[in-house]
């Protein structure tokens, strides 16, 4: 079966510095979604993406699916204690409407 | 906006209770989903609907079954609760594959069974 690797499992960084998560498949995905979890809550949709090189940006979040559909990165630029929380990567293996998740990424800023 | 609400933020329960996890969704979505969420495990689908009246089994049922009488309601059910079912169950809604769009998520139960 199909599976999304996250790396790294946790990053911490001080404010104001970039990092970049990535998200890996065995195989193509049909659509990559990212979210955002802050502790103990529910998940929050950042960005979709469908097709091979696409990238998307939102505020200082961007997105990037690679060519071959099988790995996604988020860059967060200038990071601040407010994208503190966990990433999610999640996929459509097989256009089902079912999703598979990533184990997430733990992001701390400090000041 | 789009809305999926869960009936209870925390719950706790005994263990052998029947439990009852509600989630409503306001966006006319056919899509609901049940996941369950563990440290080191991620999210894991447990059902699926279509439809109302349709359910599909996700990669882990045991020990849960859900009801979809009408469209917006999407009720998760724990038979007889037991302590591996402490969890984190988050509910989700969405339109059918080919929309573009995403899932949507509520803001999750946190189970204690004891």
């Known amino acids: 079966s199909q599976e999304l690797e996250q790396s790294p499992q946790s990053l911490i960084v001080q404010e104001g510095k970039n990092l970049t998560i990535n998200c890996t498949s065995s195989?193509?995905?049909?659509?990559l979604y990212w979210y955002k979890q802050k502790y103990g809550e529910g998940l929050i949709f950042l960005m979709m993406?469908?097709?091979?090189?696409e990238e998307k940006s939102h505020e200082k979040i961007t997105a990037k699916l690679d060519e071959k559909k099988q790995q996604s990165s988020l860059h967060i630029t200038a990071s601040q204690p407010s994208h503190a929380g966990i990433y999610l990567c999640?996929?459509?293996?097989?256009?089902?409407?079912?999703?598979?998740f990533g184990t997430g990424t733990r992001l701390q800023v400090f000041p | 906006d789009v809305k999926v609400t869960q009936s209870s933020r925390y719950l706790v329960k005994r263990t052998g209770e029947k439990v009852f996890l509600e989630c409503v969704q306001d966006?006319?979505?056919?899509?609901m989903f049940w996941y369950r969420q563990d440290p080191g495990l991620g999210l894991r689908l447990i059902y699926f609907?279509?439809?109302?009246?349709?359910?599909e089994k996700g990669d882990i049922p045991e020990g849960y079954s859900v009801s979809r009488e009408k469209k917006e309601r999407f009720s998760l059910i724990l038979e007889s609760a037991s302590t591996n079912q402490t969890s984190m169950y988050l509910c989700?809604?969405?339109?059918?594959?080919?929309?573009?769009?995403?899932?949507?998520f509520g803001p999750g139960t946190r189970l204690t069974v004891l």
């Open positions: 989700a809604s969405s339109l059918p594959a080919g929309h573009g769009d995403t899932q949507y």
């Open positions: 195989k193509t995905l049909y659509g």
């Open positions: 993406l469908q097709k091979g090189g």
């Open positions: 999640g996929a459509d293996p097989s256009g089902t409407d079912k999703l598979i």
């Open positions: 966006m006319d979505h056919e899509n």
């Open positions: 609907s279509y439809d109302v009246k349709m359910k």
